[in-house]
């Protein structure tokens, strides 16, 4: 073993399996993108947080939409900003350099340490995308066209990608990945995932709430099942009025905390109405 090889075993705040460790540990040791997929609310996007407290790294974050491109990653050329200074006199208008925006990749080669650089749902952007992307994390350098200057990396920075399973993700692209689903907490780990959060809570609340959450997800017409985030708000938001007790009702305090979406209310309601559990 490598004695400058720094496992990673989660932190206090980010609870963590054996099974995230150990696709944790393989990407750190190969240097390889972490590609990170589960339904939402399992923490794919606090992992990078995590990581980068464990490392005692800085965090870049780039989150991606359906028009982002690789090369705004690296890096942008603000011509705008360029034409307003020189129509109002404002700064050097010849230094190109001084228009040059790098984007999160592009900082993270130009940055001095290693850092944690979080792509967050790259299964939102076009389909070529992805392999855009790993070619340039593979060369870990890039040139700036407008000024001739190239960026090399100093050290490859720990990437960790993210992805919802919006689309199929290019098989190339998977190849040069490790690959990790995070599974849906089950109640036992829930529970100390809730006890890290509200360590002051009552037990009895805590029980009723894990039990009426549980409850909730197992209902299929569900279509937005509630995460993990959003029980933590719930048992904030109960704790804050000074809510001591609950039971799956319809009047069960601050449901909008749980339930999006208002078909899931209905739905909701009808469960109740009916008597009898939907369940997948």
């Keep these: 073993m490598d004695p400058t090889f720094k ?17 944790v540990n393989c990407a750190l040791a190969l240097e390889k993108p972490l590609l990170v997929k589960g339904e939402p609310g399992t923490g794919k996007t606090l992992l990078a947080e995590a990581l980068a407290s464990a490392l005692e790294a800085p965090l870049l974050t780039w989150h991606v939409k359906s028009t ?7 890096y942008v050329y603000d011509t705008v900003a360029r034409l307003y200074d020189s129509r109002f006199g404002d700064g050097d208008v010849k230094d190109i350099r001084r228009y040059i925006k790098y984007g999160p990749l592009g900082e993270s080669f130009r940055a001095p340490q290693r850092v944690v650089l979080l792509i967050d749902e790259v299964d939102k952007a076009d389909l070529e995308f992805p392999n855009d992307l790993l070619h340039e994390l593979d060369r870990m350098r890039f040139r700036v066209s407008e000024t001739g200057d190239e960026v090399v990396a100093q050290q490859r920075p720990v990437v960790v990608i993210t992805s919802n399973n919006e689309k199929d993700l290019p098989d190339a692209f998977l190849r040069r990945c490790v690959f990790h689903f995070i ?4 109640q036992e780990l829930m529970r100390r995932i809730v006890g890290v959060h509200h360590p002051d809570v009552d037990r009895a609340l805590v029980d ?29 938001v109960l704790q804050r009025a000074g809510v001591t007790s609950v039971k799956l009702d319809r009047e069960m305090p601050f449901l909008g905390a749980l339930l999006k979406k208002e078909q899931d209310l209905v739905a909701f309601a009808d469960q109740l109405a009916g008597g009898k559990k939907y369940r997948s």
């Design 68 to 74: 982002t491109r690789a090369q705004d990653g690296l």
């Design 183 to 186: 599974d849906f907490p089950e």
């Design 208 to 236: 009723q709430c894990l039990s009426i959450f549980f409850e909730l997800r197992a209902m299929s017409r569900i279509r937005k099942r509630p995460s993990t985030s959003e029980l933590v708000d719930w048992i904030a």
């Design 7 to 23: 496992r990673f075993r989660g932190t206090f705040s980010y609870l963590t399996s054996d099974a995230l460790e150990a696709a």
